[in-house]
């Protein structure tokens, strides 16, 4: 699931073949038997002793060149590159030959590029590009390489200012863990660990919970209903940590699945069918905050490289819509890995081999603009570096980060890295949660939880708290006002209030949530519905809360209710009892053009004989000044 760093052994077949045209530089038999049985072992990943082979065929003719270079591949498979250029050099030194030399100096140039030798690797990528001439792929990939290392001399000495620190051993407890994904309220860290060092070792997703001091617990495996035989990983949580959707790699490949939680136990995984998965390579799943987009890596038909970005989004039915490729504003023509989409839906987090970078796999960030992505931003040092850096993942309010990086061959770990302020979102997130149950018997309830943004008065999420705890988590993408609306068939509504717009929220806010049995004299308060000072005209950014009262009066069709006014105690009583009485009869002319019976409405103003709380202070008395809605019949 997690791909190969090097790119260079796709050409190694291509390359001998051009290097070495016309046979074997050397006549010692006994060197060229050992270079042959050395090759035996290469390709079967068996590198120490087929690197022990060609040390001893060296041995046997100090200019045997074919052997430096075979060397230098096998160092370079085994992440020696170090090793690797010494090889490359010495059999450079030994051939005059400028149709062998551009070999030489392109796998210089890469290899000098990934060791952060970037002088080195320029100069090596100039000589070769001066030398090929009909190789397109080639050339493309040198020319690459070249704007790399001349970004990386650029740039190398900068420090955007990152605090990276790696996470502790309990988390990093397995040769290799990586593709981290976290829950919005940032409680929940999920990853895939690989338990071995070999290739084919089975991979699992497992999770660490944070204690009440911050600390990262031993991480688990996540569910015996999720991890099988099979290779399971780089998955995507929902903002509520209840839906996942990550990669199950098996005999036929790689696609994508998803569960979901009801209490602690995960669901059966199901596949995501056939608009999400191909007959190619699926994984890396981010899925957007509010659950209806989809981005993922896939190499199948159509795309504009290697391995691409693509998108799908959910119908009115709930069900994932043909995935689309995500463009040239993000993909290139070589790699995109990893997409992260924040909880704002404006910032997509992604890893490329393709864009101006250190070398090799960099992070970027584009954000959207009116549906459309801007160009990637580069990340930047330490954060990048001519390591390969992948599944780049940032928290709800955008200051802190979680990452993956390889730590030599077949070993990674994950790392926490502070976001420098220049950097961060514009569009902050942050979390609501809380347990939603009856407010007679305590006992938790699955309801239905609608997020609406007041300016737009559109509704951007819904999600349900679960039937078993009752828990619910749903996330305020970014700077507006907002109204959460809960229902649950046989209760009153519940709504509150977010004015995201003035502050920022620093922590998540835990709001638990009570819901009222509909009997006579139940009543809750209209806590979305606005007037302007001193004024009874209904502000347009009430529709949102009295379209969904209108819902609620339709679905209970019985119900006869009032509508009562209340004002603060500054001013003159007889005044306020006079506005109160306005701004209740514009709320009941409003449900009346809207269909609802006359029969079933009635109002009252009671200006400020029935407070709240006590008018002692302007929050206080805001409070005060509300619409309240009671079933009276």
Same mark, same amino acid.
């Given at each position: 699931m997690l791909k190969t760093k090097f790119i260079f052994l796709a050409f190694s077949a291509l390359l001998s073949a051009q290097?070495?045209? +016309?046979?074997?530089?050397?006549?010692? @038999?006994?060197?060229?038997?050992?270079?042959?049985?050395?090759?035996?072992?290469?390709?079967? =990943?068996? #590198? !120490? $002793?087929?690197?022990?082979?060609?040390? +001893?065929?060296? !041995?046997?003719? $100090?200019?045997?060149?074919?052997? #430096?270079?075979r060397l230098g591949t096998t160092y370079r498979s085994a992440g020696d590159l170090d090793l690797s250029s010494q090889s490359f050099e010495k059999a450079l030194v030994?051939?005059?030959?400028?149709?062998? +030399?551009?070999?030489?100096?392109? /796998?210089?140039g890469d290899?000098?590029?990934?060791? =952060? $030798?970037?002088?080195?690797?320029?100069?090596?990528?100039? @000589?070769?590009?001066?030398?090929?001439?009909?190789?397109?792929?080639?050339?493309d990939h040198a020319s690459l390489w070249k704007s790399q290392a001349e970004f990386g001399l650029t740039h190398q000495n900068e420090n955007a200012g990152y605090q990276i620190r790696q996470l502790s051993d309990t988390v990093n407890s397995h040769p290799m863990q990586?593709?981290?994904? &976290?829950?919005?309220? *940032? +409680?929940?860290?999920?990853?895939?660990?690989?338990?071995?060092?070999?290739h084919n070792d089975n991979e699992d997703i497992f999770i660490s919970y944070k204690d009440n001091l911050g600390r990262w617990q031993p991480p688990v495996s996540i569910s015996a209903n999720i991890n099988t035989d099979y290779r399971?990983?780089?998955?995507?949580?929902?903002?509520?940590?209840?839906?996942?959707?990550?990669?199950?790699?098996?005999?036929? =490949?790689?696609?994508?699945?998803?569960?979901?939680?009801?209490?602690?136990?995960?669901?059966?995984?199901?596949?995501? =069918?056939?608009?999400?998965?191909? *007959?190619?390579?699926?994984?890396?799943? /981010?899925?957007?905050?509010?659950?209806?987009?989809?981005?993922?890596?896939?190499?199948?038909? *159509?795309?504009?490289?290697? #391995?691409?970005?693509?998108?799908?989004?959910?119908?009115?039915?709930?069900?994932?819509?043909?995935?689309v490729n995500l463009g040239r504003s993000v993909n290139t023509k070589y790699d995109e890995m990893a997409p992260f989409i924040h909880v704002n839906n404006q910032d997509l987090y992604f890893a490329s081999n393709g864009l101006p970078g250190f070398g090799g796999f960099d992070i970027y960030v584009a954000e959207k603009n009116l549906s459309q992505w801007q160009e990637p931003k580069n990340l930047g040092a330490p954060l990048n570096d001519f390591e390969d850096q992948y599944s780049f993942v940032v928290s709800s309010d955008g200051t802190n980060s979680f990452y993956s990086r390889e730590e030599g061959r077949l070993k990674s770990k994950i790392y926490q890295a502070a976001?420098?302020?220049?950097? $961060?979102?514009?569009?902050?997130?942050?979390? &609501?949660?809380?347990?939603?149950?009856?407010? @007679?018997?305590?006992?938790?309830?699955?309801?239905?939880?609608?997020?609406?943004?007041?300016?737009?008065?559109?509704?951007i999420s819904v999600f349900e708290s679960d039937s078993v705890n009752g828990s619910y988590v749903i996330v305020l993408p970014g700077k507006s006002e907002y109204a959460l609306h809960v229902t649950e068939l046989g209760y009153l509504f519940n709504s509150l209030h977010f004015n995201y717009e003035e502050k920022d929220l620093d922590q998540p806010l835990v709001i638990n949530i009570e819901m009222q049995p509909i009997v006579k004299n139940v009543s809750t308060v209209l806590n979305n519905i606005f007037f302007d000072f001193n004024q009874f005209e209904i502000n347009p950014r009430s529709y949102t809360e009295l379209n969904e009262v209108i819902k609620f009066l339709n679905d209970n069709p019985k119900l006869k209710v009032e509508i009562s006014g209340h004002t603060d105690n500054v001013g003159v009583e007889s005044y306020n009892q006079q506005l109160s009485q306005k701004r209740a009869q514009a709320i009941v002319s409003y449900f009346l053009s809207k269909g609802i019976s006359t029969s079933r409405l009635s109002q009252k103003g009671l200006g400020s004989q029935k407070p709240i709380k006590p008018n002692d202070t302007e929050e206080n008395r805001q409070v005060n000044r509300r619409i309240e809605f009671k079933v009276i019949e």
């Open positions: 290097a070495f045209p +016309q046979g074997l530089s050397t006549k010692n @038999k006994k060197a060229i038997d050992l270079y042959i049985e050395a090759d035996n072992y290469r390709v079967r =990943g068996q #590198y !120490d $002793q087929a690197i022990h082979l060609l040390k +001893q065929a060296i !041995d046997r003719d $100090q200019k045997f060149e074919e052997a #430096y270079y030994l051939t005059p030959y400028p149709v062998k +030399q551009k070999i030489y100096f392109y /796998s210089l290899n000098y590029l990934r060791t =952060g $030798q970037y002088e080195k690797a320029k100069t090596n990528l100039e @000589k070769f590009l001066s030398l090929e001439r009909t190789d397109k792929i080639l050339i990586y593709f981290p994904a &976290v829950t919005a309220d *940032g +409680q929940e860290l999920i990853f895939t660990v690989r338990y071995g060092s070999a399971e990983g780089a998955c995507s949580i929902s903002a509520d940590g209840r839906h996942l959707i990550f990669t199950i790699c098996g005999p036929r =490949g790689c696609d994508l699945y998803e569960s979901k939680k009801e209490g602690e136990v995960w669901r059966k995984p199901v596949s995501l =069918g056939v608009n999400v998965n191909s *007959g190619g390579w699926e994984a890396q799943p /981010s899925l957007s905050a509010d659950g209806k987009e989809l981005y993922f890596v896939s190499d199948r038909k *159509g795309g504009l490289g290697g #391995y691409d970005i693509w998108y799908s989004k959910k119908d009115s039915t709930g069900a994932w819509i043909r995935a976001i420098p302020k220049k950097l $961060q979102v514009h569009s902050r997130g942050n979390v &609501v949660k809380g347990v939603v149950s009856d407010s @007679k018997t305590k006992n938790p309830l699955r309801t239905e939880v609608e997020l609406f943004d007041l300016k737009t008065n559109q509704r």
